[in-house]
């Protein structure tokens, strides 16, 4: 029995890992609630913004990861 979740994307004769669309999607929509963040001066009560970056960017990937690409 095959399984029907995608291991590798294929793009022409290069395959590569589901992984990278996920943390390049992740990045960007990471980016845009950063932005969002900012603009209704939410991270002005928080310590080290760029670290809570990371962790948006991270929760993104297992969201993406969990909802999308389904390992």
Known sequence: MSNPWPHELSLGDLYFSPVIPAVVLGFVL??????????????RWLYAPSYLFLAIWALWILLIDRLWIHF
């Open 30 to 43: 990471a980016g845009i609630t950063a932005l969002l963040l900012n603009r209704l001066k939410l991270t």
